[in-house]
């Protein structure tokens, strides 16, 4: 190992937490809230079991609201709200509040666009079956786009990823927060790049993931 990444072995691991802690609080706001609300959106779309123009059109538009906000001003524009409910707008907790907001506002996108993808004819056939609501959802619907939905949060936890590398702003450290104040401020470039690396690896070991568990549950 080399001896500038030795010097700061524990900021380094200290920071590799703080972006796990950050990212997997992101995912779960994703998967928790974002998978229901994109979920909702489909179902009040136009020509769906629970049409609904009015809550479709608010849903909507707070998602295109949030999903429209460069980060780092949403980040800014969240600091009364964050301060609120954690009672500060510093540190690594306060940071995931923002992210889980553009966490939710992300994935639900994309778990909508991949319910759109699903055959009409696959509702059609749950719905003369007698399924419930609640039967086609899950038996039907996120059977059939499983492999889009996974694909979907694959992506969302590589932006995650990089969004957490702005929450310096706010104290919130991370891999990119420390790449940033040790490594480009104080001019030790080697140690930015050392910094990169591990990221690019990160990155490059989640999407390889993300496609294997896709192509293994890919019913077509």
């Given at each position: 190992m080399p001896d500038i990444l030795l010097q700061y072995e524990a900021e380094i691991w200290r920071s590799i937490g703080e972006t796990f802690i950050m990212v997997g609080v992101s995912i779960a706001a994703a998967v928790l809230v974002g998978l229901p609300v994109g979920t909702l959106l489909f179902l009040c ?176």
């Amino acid at each position: 190992m080399p001896d500038i990444l030795l010097q700061y072995e524990a900021e380094i691991w200290r920071s590799i937490g703080e972006t796990f802690i950050m990212v997997g609080v992101s995912i779960a706001a994703a998967v928790l809230v974002g998978l229901p609300v994109g979920t909702l959106l489909f179902l009040c779309r136009k020509g769906q079991i629970y049409e609904n123009r009015l809550v479709f059109s608010v849903l909507n538009l707070l998602v295109n609201i949030i999903r429209s906000f460069p980060f780092l001003l949403l980040v800014v524009f969240l600091i009364p709200f964050t301060r609120m409910i954690i009672g500060t707008a510093i540190g690594t907790t306060a940071a995931t509040v923002p992210l889980s907001i553009i966490a939710i506002a992300h994935y639900s996108r994309l778990v909508e666009q991949s319910l759109v993808d699903v055959p009409k004819g696959v509702m059609e056939a749950a719905i003369a079956m007698g399924a419930s609501v609640r039967q086609v959802i899950f038996k039907f619907l996120y059977v059939e786009a499983r492999s889009g939905l996974v694909l979907g949060l694959t992506t969302s936890i590589i932006s995650f990823i990089s969004y957490s590398t702005i929450m310096g702003v706010v104290g919130g450290g991370g891999i990119g927060d420390f790449a940033i104040r040790y490594g480009y401020q104080q001019f030790k470039t080697d140690l930015m790049m050392y910094m990169i690396i591990i990221m690019v690896i990160l990155v490059q070991f989640i999407q390889f993931t993300g496609t294997t568990v896709s192509r293994m549950i890919d019913k077509r």
